[in-house]
């Protein structure tokens, strides 16, 4: 089945390390894209990239790096630089552009003790 | 920018009454927009969108929305909620080649 995979499901580090959040795509799909979620929020952008080896800050996009080395993958990581990192993140993909349907992973869990 | 406003946190529908979910967007040309659904520890799930054409667009499970631009609106109704669609409701706005804009979401509570 196509689709997209985040995993781990749930994650949990120790304040001041790095960790890295996978999110492989197999929709053939150009575009890919972060999310982070708090309660109350909504979704608010982190990165996105509309090639491979390329990519944009989205909103909030201090204390975290990507990468997009493949087009199916789009690996986020959040640093320690990064002043509150608990949250749920959330994956994405469409065709071109967001204007055309996104399509979202299941979601991680980072809880950063 | 464009931004999109869900006036209401959490709304309560009794089980197989109506529903409405109000969605504004800011936005000065015609915008695409979205209704997503996501239930607890879940990713997002489309249930319709508007590009053009036709202002009253179905989507799955039931639901439909109506684009309004006098009122820079896109609300999300159902005709008889069932609680199976308790869950937390997201409208979204994109334009051209930008990214998506979402709005805080709207919980949505059903009552037996």
């Known amino acids: 089945d196509g689709g997209i995979t985040q995993s781990p499901k749930y994650l949990f580090r120790k304040e001041g390390q790095n960790v890295t959040l996978s999110c492989e795509q197999n929709l053939n799909h150009d575009a890919m894209y972060w999310y982070r979620q708090d309660p109350g929020q909504g979704l608010r952008l982190i990165y996105y990239s509309q090639i491979v080896n390329d990519f944009q800050k989205g909103d909030i996009a201090e204390g975290y790096s990507v990468s997009r080395e493949k087009k199916e993958s789009f690996p986020l990581t959040v640093t320690s630089a990064q002043k509150n990192p608990t949250a749920f993140y959330l994956c994405?993909?469409?065709?071109?552009?967001?204007?055309?349907?996104?399509?979202f992973g299941q979601g991680t869990r980072l809880t950063v003790v | 920018a464009q931004s999109v406003t869900q006036p209401d946190i959490h709304i309560t529908v009794s089980e197989g009454a109506s529903l409405e979910l109000r969605c504004n967007y800011s936005?000065?040309?015609?915008?695409?927009l979205f209704w997503y659904v996501q239930s607890p520890g879940q990713g997002l799930q489309l249930l319709l969108k508007?590009?053009?054409?036709?202002?009253l667009v179905q989507g799955i499970k039931g639901f439909e929305a109506e684009f309004k631009r006098s009122q820079s609106s896109f609300n999300l109704r159902k005709p008889s909620v069932h609680w199976s669609d308790a869950a937390e409701y997201f409208c979204?706005?994109?334009?051209?080649?930008?990214?998506?804009?979402f709005g805080k979401g709207t919980m949505l509570l059903v009552s037996p």
């Open positions: 994405a993909s469409s065709i071109v552009a967001a204007t055309t349907e996104a399509f």
């Open positions: 979204a706005v994109a334009s051209g080649y930008s990214t998506l804009t």
């Open positions: 936005y000065g040309a015609t915008p695409y």
């Open positions: 508007y590009f053009s054409g036709d202002t």
